[in-house]
C-alpha cells in the first residue's frame, strides 16, 4: 500500500504556469506557504505529496478568484506533463487506446484511487471519474482540468477540430456555462449525477496518422517501470511478478496465487480492491504486455505465445487479444513469419 498519496510534480509546473502566464500571479508564495520545493517542478518523475496539491488548488480558485481555473490549467498541458504517458499517447494507435492507456497508467500522474471507467454509451465512449468510498469528492477545479487536459492531448494527435459530443459534471456553475460550452467545444450539461465526457465511437477508432506500435510499448515499459518504482511492495506489483511466472503452467488462477503470497482468497480479493484493482484485470493487464511483447521480439510463434501466457489453444489466445487491443495477433505482429 502507498504510505502517502503523491502527484506528478509537473502538474503542479502547470498549475504554476497557468498563474503566471493566464492570471498573471506569482505561483511562488503559494508554493511557500504550502512548503512546495518549487525545484521539484522541473525534476523528471519527481512527486508532491496529494495532500499539498489539493491544498493548491484550493489557493489558486482562492487566488484567483476564478471558478473555472481549472478549464484554464488544463489547456496548457503538453505531451510532457505526464511523463512516459504522453510520449505512449502520442503513438497510440487511435483515440480508444489513447483513452485505455490513461486509465491503465493513471497511477502516474497520482497515486489516490480514483474510479476511471471508459464504456460504451450508445454510439460513444464515455469517460467517467469519481472518487471511490471512502475518500472525499473531487475538487471542482480538478475534474474540469482533467477533461480539458484529456481533449487536449487528444487534439494534439487528431487536429484542433476533435471535440467531444457530450460533457456531463455534477457541479451546477449554470452562470459560467457559455464559458465550459466553447472550452468544450460541445452540450455541457450541469447538476448531473456523475461527471464524464463522450466521445463519438467512429472518430475514436480511426487509425492516427502517427501511430507508433514500436514507441507506445516503449514508453509503456518505461511507465510500468516508474509505477512499480513509487511502491515496489504493492500486492498488485507481487501478483504480477507471480503471474509472469505461474502463466506457462496453467496455474495461474487466483487460488494459486492467494497461497504462494501466504494470504486467503478473501484478503487477497480484498487488498487488490483497495488498490483499486482485482485479480483479473492484472491478470489480463499481465497477458496483453506479455503478448505484445513476445510478438514484438518475433522469438515465438503464435501457438507458443498462447502456451506462455496459460491459454488452452491459439484460438482462446486469439480472441482474447482481438478483446484486448481490437486487433487479431496476426494483423498485430510486425511481419508475416511469426505463427506460420
Known sequence: MFLEHTTLAATTQLLADTLEVHYGIDPAPLLKQLDMDPALMKKPGARYPTAKMQKLWELCVQTTGDSCFGLAAGARVKTTTFHALGFAWMASSNVKEELERLLRYFQVICTMPVDLQLTEAGDNYRLSAASPDPYPPFEEPTIDAFFMATLKLIRFTTGNQFSPVRVQL??????????????????VEMGCA????????????TDLSGQNRDLAVANERVLENYIQALDPDKV?????????TLLPSGQATQEEVAGKMHRSLSTLQRQLSSEGTNFKTIRDET???????YIEEGDYSLSQIAFLLGFSD??????AFKRWTGKTPGDYQPGPEIGQ
Open 194 to 205: 456523475r461527471d464524464s465526457i463522450e466521445f463519438d465511437k467512429a472518430e475514436c477508432d
Open 287 to 293: 497477458r496483453q504486455s506479455m503478448a505484445e511483447q
Open 314 to 319: 491459439q484460438s482462446n489466445f486469439s480472441r
Open 236 to 244: 498488485s506489483s507481487q501478483v504480477r511478478e507471480l503471474l509472469i
Open 170 to 187: 455534477e457541479k451546477n456553475n449554470q452562470e459560467r456555462l457559455a464559458e465550459y460550452v466553447e472550452a468544450f467545444g460541445c452540450p
